[in-house]
Nanobody, 116 residues
């Protein structure tokens, strides 16, 4: 499964960005049943799970609760990560991950830089 992540960029602290993860070649019924995660990897650190969307439920890491929102558009077969009130520590590469029966796929990542 090919995941196309986009939306990263440079933003000032307190600003917002929306990341997108598109899976245009995925069958729609498969998309519905797939769990999608967004991970954050700060420079020099390991990847950290920040948000998950699965079967109508969502999960958020403590560091992003109340600031980030994960959502999905079934018609566009795209998963979003809306990031508000960004902090300098949110800087890093964000990766989209799709998992399900027989599936474990990663996107290439999109870079987010939050300046003070």
């Amino acid at each position: 499964v090919q995941l196309q992540a986009s939306g990263g960029g440079l933003v000032q602290a307190g600003g917002s960005l929306r990341l997108s993860c598109a899976v245009p070649r995925m069958i729609l019924s498969t998309f519905w049943g797939t769990t999608f995660d967004w991970y954050h990897q700060a420079p020099g650190n390991q990847r950290e799970l920040v948000a998950t969307s699965s079967d109508g439920s969502t999960y958020y890491g403590d560091s992003v609760k109340g600031r980030f929102t994960i959502s999905r558009d079934n018609n566009k077969k795209t998963v979003y990560l809306q990031m508000n009130s960004l902090k300098t520590e949110d800087t890093g590469t964000y990766f989209c991950h799709a998992r399900g029966p027989g599936m474990d796929s990663w996107g290439k990542g999109t870079l987010v830089t939050v300046s003070s």
